[in-house]
């Protein structure tokens, strides 16, 4: 699903407007339906709304769902300043609305004076996509005073206050809303963690804008859809054998550390790799061994690695548990100079490259490095905010021709070609040591698999993430473990083999 800026998503009004038999009003009433089914379906134990309208399109919007919700049966009350120079569309729907003698239309002043039962739901329509300034004045003191009610509050297209495609200052106002109803797309400020607390839920619901113009419009921007993974997973095949699914080699471990290692073996074993092999150090063998008999052993040392086999044949995944110490920093660095197939890297793989700037330009090409913000800031810099680290992010890859997974609440998948791809299976249940291991597991196995570096790191941030929302609904996203979501694993390809058998 592609993500477009505020200006794009604009000249997809006009553009459906233009090329098909539909109005400016109503596209509104279109935008405004959506939104009140989904309201409908949503919040049957509410009975009393409260609109607040701008003099904008998005307060034509908030008129014309008044109006619907009023016609479904609901108490509605309109809060608008009704002296305001609204927009054409936004007028019109305005004294569409003053017709209904059952809709109570009161001044923004009022509010402070409104009784907000525990039944009443805030609806913000104040600003849309077109704000291009901080809010102040009178509508900073109605949103900071709407934020301070305990209401379930939901915003109409955008929260009001918050920018589209860019961050917003330190001590904005911003609407903090549970839910926010997106027309047609995600916008980039729901996916960063500055911005996309005041999102809350994110419902995007379709309003038929052209599928011509969203197919011919070009963007760096994608969220990771069900449709894309339906695209690139592949089932398995009944005529087929170990060799046909590839071999995997997870490299790590170091004393104490074997569990980060024994996570990325049991993870890689649980995504389907033909052969596992865990290269480790002596110290960790019956850990590893017993946890996982399914792997193969390779001993890379005594209490930590201190040197690197891997089969050409194999693909190759680096660093859960590894240790930095001297030795091994010192053999891996010489493995990364002398090897150029692409690689897995994560954790102190990642951390060992860091110790020198000059390292990074030794990543095989292709290769997929998987850093948190921490890891990500040691390798290339820091940055003000999540916006710019993703802008970095993709002049990294671009410059050293690899896929760089940029962890985070929603994680980042960036291309060599600097598109990046945004996550959004998953929970903070993945906030937990031991999380990353498993997903470096994943991306070994599906890359041993033969999917393209592309097709494993996208595939694999959705897999996880939705192995943790399955995980999590059993166990808590407080007492959820790597381990159980590994569990889970077997779930989600269920899941996906199904969808691929219903769309046969």
């Given at each position: 699903?592609?993500?477009?800026?505020?200006e794009q998503i604009r000249?997809?009004?006009e553009y459906?407007i233009k090329?098909?038999p539909?109005s400016?009003?109503?596209?509104m009433?279109?935008?405004a339906q959506?939104c009140?089914?989904?309201i409908?379906?949503?919040?049957?134990?509410?009975?009393?709304f409260a609109?607040?309208?701008?003099k904008g399109n998005?307060g034509?919007?908030g008129f014309?769902?008044?109006?619907?919700?009023?016609?479904?049966?609901?108490d509605?009350?309109v809060?608008?300043?009704s002296?305001?120079?609204?927009?054409?569309?936004?007028?019109?729907?305005?004294?569409?609305?003053?017709?209904f003698?059952g809709?109570f239309i009161?001044e923004?002043?009022?509010?402070k004076?409104?009784?907000?039962?525990?039944r009443?739901v805030i609806?913000?329509?104040l600003?849309?996509?077109?704000l291009s300034?901080?809010?102040?004045?009178?509508f900073?003191e109605l949103?900071d005073f709407?934020n301070l009610k305990?209401?379930l509050?939901i915003s109409?297209?955008m929260p009001?206050g918050?920018?589209?495609?860019?961050?917003?200052?330190e001590?904005?106002?911003i609407?903090?809303?549970?839910?926010?109803?997106?027309?047609?797309?995600w916008?980039?400020t729901?996916?960063?963690?500055?911005?996309?607390k005041y999102?809350?839920k994110?419902?995007?619901?379709?309003i038929?804008?052209?599928?011509?113009?969203?197919?011919e419009?070009?963007t760096?921007?994608?969220v990771?859809h069900?449709?894309?993974?339906?695209?690139?997973?592949?089932?398995?095949?009944?005529f087929?054998?170990k060799?046909?699914?590839g071999k995997?080699?997870?490299?790590g471990?170091?004393?104490g550390k074997?569990g980060?290692?024994?996570l990325?073996t049991?993870?890689?074993?649980?995504?389907?790799?033909g052969?596992t092999f865990?290269?480790?150090?002596?110290c960790?063998?019956?850990?590893?061994?017993?946890s996982?008999?399914e792997?193969?052993f390779?001993?890379?040392?005594?209490?930590?690695?201190?040197?690197?086999e891997t089969d050409?044949?194999?693909v190759?995944g680096?660093?859960?548990g590894l240790?930095?110490?001297d030795?091994?920093?010192?053999?891996?660095l010489t493995f990364?100079?002398?090897?150029?197939k692409p690689?897995?890297l994560d954790a102190?793989?990642?951390?060992?490259?860091?110790?020198?700037?000059?390292?990074v330009?030794?990543?095989?090409?292709?290769s997929?490095i998987?850093?948190?913000p921490?890891e990500f800031?040691?390798?290339?810099g820091?940055?003000e905010?999540s916006f710019?680290?993703?802008?970095l992010?993709k002049?990294?890859a671009k410059?050293l021709g690899?896929?760089?997974?940029?962890k985070d609440?929603?994680?980042?998948?960036?291309?060599p070609?600097?598109?990046a791809?945004?996550?959004i299976?998953?929970?903070s249940?993945?906030?937990k040591?031991?999380?990353?291991?498993?997903?470096t597991?994943i991306?070994t196995?599906?890359s041993a698999?033969h999917?393209s570096e592309?097709?494993?790191?996208v595939?694999?941030v959705?897999f996880?993430?939705?192995?943790?929302?399955l995980?999590?609904?059993k166990?808590?996203k407080?007492?959820?473990?790597?381990?159980d979501?590994i569990?889970e694993?077997?779930?989600?390809?269920?899941e996906?083999?199904?969808?691929?058998?219903?769309?046969?």
């Open positions: 699903m592609k993500i477009f800026t505020a000249n997809g009004d459906t090329n098909e539909v400016s009003v109503q596209l009433e279109r935008a959506a009140v089914d989904w409908f379906e949503n919040c049957k134990n509410h009975r009393n609109v607040f309208c701008g998005n034509g919007d014309a769902i008044a109006r619907m919700l009023h016609l479904k049966g609901f509605v009350d809060f608008t300043n002296k305001a120079k609204f927009s054409s569309d936004a007028g019109n729907n305005f004294r569409e609305l003053k017709e003698s809709v009161r923004f002043k009022e509010a004076e409104y009784r907000f039962d525990n009443t609806i913000d329509a600003f849309g996509t077109g300034k901080n809010i102040e004045g009178e900073k949103i709407l305990s209401n509050k109409v297209d009001s918050l920018f589209a495609d860019t961050v917003s200052d001590n904005a106002t609407f903090k809303a549970d839910y926010t109803l997106s027309f047609q797309f916008k980039k729901f996916l960063h963690p500055e911005t996309g999102a809350g994110v419902k995007v619901l379709d038929n804008i052209n599928e011509d113009y969203i197919a419009t070009k760096e921007d994608f990771i069900e449709d894309m993974i339906k695209d690139i997973f592949r089932p398995r095949e009944d087929s054998h060799g046909t699914y995997a080699i997870i490299a471990g170091s004393y074997m980060a290692a024994v990325a049991k993870s890689a074993l649980r995504t389907g790799a052969l865990t290269l480790a150090p002596k960790g063998y019956e850990i590893l061994q017993t996982n008999p792997a193969m390779i001993e890379g040392g005594n209490d930590f690695i201190d040197h690197f050409e044949h194999a190759c680096i660093g859960p240790g930095t110490i030795e091994t920093a010192k053999s891996f990364l100079k002398n090897y150029s690689l897995v102190d793989a990642l951390n060992i490259i860091s110790q020198d700037s000059k390292n330009k030794i990543i095989p090409k292709n997929i998987t850093p948190h921490k800031e040691r390798l290339f820091a940055t905010n710019e680290r993703l802008k992010a002049n990294k410059e690899i896929y760089i997974v940029l609440h929603h994680t980042q998948v960036v291309t070609e600097g598109d791809f945004y996550n299976t998953g929970n249940g993945l906030a040591g031991g999380s990353g291991d498993i997903l597991g991306l196995s599906f698999q999917y592309k097709e494993a790191a595939l694999g959705w996880h993430g939705r192995a943790a929302e995980a999590s609904e166990h808590s407080e007492s959820v473990l790597p381990t979501i569990d694993f077997g779930s989600v390809f269920k996906l083999n199904a969808k691929i058998e219903r769309a046969l």
